[in-house]
């Protein structure tokens, strides 16, 4: 089964870090990677996503990933964090079948000021 | 906008009371989804529906139920039958089953007195 790992659960960065928010997933044939970050309370919205093609992707709000087949990665990153990206961050993967998205467990990101 | 609607956003009910979670989407999309998330626990799929008339069970069905009847709508009930229904209930969809890019509702949060 597909699985998504995200190793930690909270990160604390100060205002003006840069940050990188760790995901792994399972091998398999063509992977669909997404993040989404959450804010208390509210639904999830999606920050970027990989298909295929260029392993680094461009997102929203600053954001940026990066593919690394060798190392089952798609690690999150921002040059510098804003106290407005304290949130749930949520890595997940897709398979292209029906049965939607598998999400790893999620990383909660403290902004220190 | 387009978007999904998520009805009611707090649901408070007495144990043995079956309840019904609403899920309305004014994107055109053929494919919906129910999630439910729990604190550090991530999002697990309940049910998903790849076109109307038709669902298929997820990874935690057990105790709940959902219909398909109209392309715009995708209701979902737990029933007195789910043993731990307390939970943040995230409804999605996309545009069809294999697109995999999720657009989420704000979700309902049900609390069993």
């Known amino acids: 089964a597909q699985s998504v790992t995200q190793p930690d659960i909270h990160i604390t960065v100060s205002e003006g870090a840069s940050l990188e928010l760790r995901c792994n997933y399972s091998y398999g044939a063509t992977p669909y990677l997404f993040w989404y970050v959450q804010s208390p309370g509210q639904g999830l919205q999606l920050l970027l996503k990989y298909f295929s093609g260029d392993t680094l992707v461009q997102g929203i709000k600053g954001f940026e990933a990066e593919f690394k087949r060798s190392q089952s990665s798609f690690n999150l990153r921002k040059p510098s964090v804003h106290w407005s990206d304290a949130a749930e961050y949520f890595c997940?993967?897709?398979?292209?079948?029906?049965?939607?998205?598998?999400f790893g467990k999620g990383t909660h990101l403290i902004i220190q000021p | 906008d387009g978007g999904i609607t998520q009805s009611p956003k707090y649901l408070f009910r007495k144990e043995g009371q079956n309840v019904t979670l609403s899920c309305e989407q004014n994107l055109n999309h053929d494919a919906m989804y129910w999630y439910r998330q729990d604190p550090g626990q991530g999002l697990r799929l309940i049910y998903y529906?790849?076109?109307?008339?038709?669902?298929q069970k997820g990874d935690i069905a057990e105790g709940y139920s959902v219909s398909r009847e109209k392309k715009e709508s995708f209701p979902l009930t737990v029933t007195s039958a789910q043993k731990n229904p307390t939970a943040f209930y995230l409804c999605?969809?996309?545009?069809?089953?294999?697109?995999?890019?999720?657009?989420f509702g704000a979700g309902s949060r049900l609390t069993v007195l």
């Open positions: 997940a993967r897709g398979g292209g079948g029906a049965d939607g998205l598998t």
């Open positions: 529906s790849q076109i109307v008339n038709d669902f």
């Open positions: 999605a969809s996309s545009r069809d089953a294999g697109a995999n890019v999720l657009t």
